[in-house]
């Protein structure tokens, strides 16, 4: 089993592929929610953000488009 790890024709290698490629994209999802987390907070402290109703857009937004934060964040102010 263990030559199979690194022979790319191998299903073994390809299951653990597809694990470590799902690990990657949970973790830009991870990292684009957290980036936008801190924005929020940021925004409502400088007075940039004053409505609930901007957080819930925002969120919906980033959980159901592709969406930069920027360009999020740019659509609530």
Same mark, same amino acid.
């Given at each position: 089993?263990? @030559?199979?790890?690194? %022979? *790319?024709?191998? &299903?073994?290698?390809?299951?653990? /592929?597809?694990?470590? %490629?799902? &690990? /990657?994209?949970? !973790? =830009?999802? +991870?990292? !684009?929610?957290?980036?936008?987390? !801190? *924005?929020?907070?940021? @925004?409502? =402290?400088?007075?940039?953000?004053?409505?609930?109703? =901007?957080? %819930? *857009? +925002?969120?919906?937004? &980033?959980?159901?488009? %592709?969406?930069? &934060?920027?360009?999020?964040?740019?659509?609530? !102010?």
């Amino acid at each position: 089993m263990k @030559d199979q790890l690194t %022979d *790319c024709t191998s &299903v073994l290698y390809n299951t653990l /592929q597809e694990l470590s %490629d799902e &690990v /990657q994209k949970l !973790r =830009q999802k +991870a990292d !684009r929610i957290y980036m936008l987390q !801190r *924005c929020l907070v940021y @925004d409502i =402290q400088n007075d940039r953000i004053t409505e609930q109703e =901007q957080v %819930d *857009c +925002a969120i919906a937004w &980033v959980h159901h488009t %592709d969406l930069s &934060v920027e360009t999020i964040l740019t659509l609530i !102010r």
